[in-house]
């Protein structure tokens, strides 16, 4: 492209306050987008890639500053020695920014028409009529549906993808020269991050923005960008055409990154099935209804219908879907965390779907769960040593034998064993998750339940938990049911998948059927979605 | 997948420089320093009373009724030799010694305050823990809670002081009564919280029992709260005292308490107005002083309540 670069960033460094594990947030970085572009910058989490969002919109808090000799230019214009008057008039009429969160990013208390309207009648000399107008026609090119009842919504009564695209109106509704779009598609499903990169691209290309665009998803990467640049710590450390970043990277840590993206096609089983091996679980027909009775009737949702299934030993089940499919439910009635309404949970043959909580205790430690959190899981006040020997001790473990297998374990979750006495808080999120592992396993589960274990984590950490996570399903033989909306992840791990919706199991089977030839059109949909599907990750470098 | 990505054998946890303590981050927050003084310089005024004036604060003495701050008197004491007393802030309508009484009178407050404070977290601690945990006794103990915080603490007081007798205790109890439904509420609301998290449902499903996840994992959160609310609470207690005290519902009059001196000297307030201003001085610089240590804490343990620099 030959037009003059909408944004140009040059040896652009911002810094860190006094005290932070590195001087600055980004070191030297130089890039620029062209109208009608879209720049994608990937890097995993604390690479720095928001911050260049941030900085480029004039919105770095104090401790950041912006160091001498940076460049930052819209349309040619300089943004860093700019005054904050010309910088809010910048902002919404030639750069637009949308947000990760776009529940927080709009106002709850006020109308979503209103809130566009406000962005209209600062920026514009527009009488009413013509600014309702405006805001209605845009309200109709992201493609709501009856813009008239959008414009008297409040943020809550819409979905996340209705909300992103009230966002994404705000943003454009000035037709800005240049959108930043901060993890836009993160917080949304699968299904709803399509239609979301799919309106971006439209509405880029009507009118030759250009986009700047924020992802730690690699997906997400082949599905929109025109050119990749990739971060790491803040340094620049390789930028081109898509293709070729992502078919032929030329640095070590983009080829890594790339390398750790689960492949979309499940691999070829080299494990001995599992069929000859005793059931670890079976549900059947387990149903958990919410609600409440009131005086005059309550109302009751089913967050979980009628789902059957077992697991054998050394097997590992995966349970794909969306967010509200009720597939934690699921997890949560069998880890007996919350009680199944309805249908048994037989565990090794004993029926613990409503057995009271005395006669649990026993049967507990057979299984374990991991979260998704990893900052969440661990006790902050208590050192990982403590954590892990927590359950030993319960049934009965000495201090000492506790701590000694305590020990072996952090040995197995390839963790410094003298680390046992640090606090959570030393580590970082993937080896927080391992502590998590460890405390699960000191357990001698028969059933390891991994609840969104590995969503929360960058997919080089990513990767290397997986891997765990198979190795030790392999050596301790374990049953597992890995809960997941990543179908990448799921393809990798599991030996079955069932895809659940709205509380129900649509399809179950062998992964490579699934995956190879989907029956239920659900399924279909959900694998449509997937960003980046064509791409072929986990095989280059 | 590519080896570059394989980690090494064992990783150890990268020391991250670790912020100052809370001790250190207490002393440096003028608030604490200043309120923690003056609250312990009052403590020690009310300990040694008797070292800082010999006079009984309870001693009548009809010939010297009402006289001004600084007044000398000669008497003989139980040797038979003279002694000159001063009465450096005065005396009362019976002749009682001001600076004596008031000096006496720290005493009850900062007993009502710690008291109060004490108990009415200990009490509420407990039935916020199982009111947040125990979900079906929520709704019963919360209601009753309610109908706790709707009685108006002089009422209670006046009652129960009516049923058995104006004491200290009495006085302690009629206060604690409607701050205990405020440790409770706060105390359920971060257990509400704090159940949700994944640590204590890990705790679930590693089998451990439910008394010592709310002693290890649930309570600890709710330390720094409550420190706060009980500072708070004892700046309350020690005026709610007073002003028992002050409409003769309190402590029996023969205690001295800065209520009680102020009700004395309400009569006479525009001739004598020492006879006010005194105790009055010290209720305000103590409950000021309780307060600030209040708002050090609170700044310094409660970090998402702290003003934004």
Redesign the interface.
Known sequence: MSSAPVLELKNLSIGLPK?S?RADAVREVSLSVAPGEIVCLVGESGSGKSVIAFGTMGLLPKGLPVRAGSRIALQGEDLVHVNEDRLRELRCTRMGMIFQEPMTALNPVMRCGDQIDEVLAEHTRLGPGERRRRILAMIEQVHLPDPQRMYGSYPHQLSGGQRQRIMIAMALVLEPALLIADEPTTALDVTTQAQILRLIKELQAKAGTGVLFITHDFGVVAEIADRVAVLKHGVLVEMGPTEQVLKTPQH?YT??LI??VPSHDPPERTRPAATGQPVVLHTDKLVKTYGHRGLFGGHKVAAVRDVSFEIRRGETLGIVGESGSGKSTVARCI?R?IDPTEGSILLSGTDIASMPNGRL?GL??K???V???PY????P??TVGE?IV??PM??GATAAEAQARARKL??LV??????LD?YP????GG?RQRI?IA?AL??EPELLIADEAVSALDV?VQ??VL?LLADIRDQLNLAMLFITHDLRVAAQVCDEVAVMSKGQIVEHGPTRQVFGAPQHAYTRALFEAAPGRHFDF?RA? | MADAAAPPLTEAPDLKASKPGVGRRLLRNPSVLIGGFLILLIAAVGLLAPLLTPIDPAAINPTNRNKLPGFETTERDDEGNKVTRVARMGTDSLGRDIYARVLYGARVSLTVGLAVAALSVAIGLGIGLVAGYFRALDGVIMRVMDGLMAIPGILVAIALVSLSGASLLTVIVAVMIPDIPRVVRLVRAIVLSIREEPYVEAAISVGTPTPKILWRHVLPNTIAPLIVQATFTAGAAILLEAALSFLGVGIPPEIPTWGNIMAEGRTAFQLYPHNILYPAAFLTVTVLAVNMLGDGLRDTLDPRMAKRV
Do not use: K, T, V, W
């Not at chain 1, 969440?376 to 006790?379: A, D, E, V």
């Not at chain 1, 390839?414 to 680390?419: E, G, K, V």
């Open positions: 005290g594990d070590e080829r890594m390398a750790s880890a965390l205790r507990r430690r299984i374990q769960i979260f998704q959190d969440r899981s661990l006790n006040r208590r954590s927590e359950g319960n049934y952090m040995e390839r963790l410094d064993p003298d680390a640090r808080h030393q580590f970082s080896q998590c405390r000191a357990m080089s990767a290397q891997r986990g470098g």
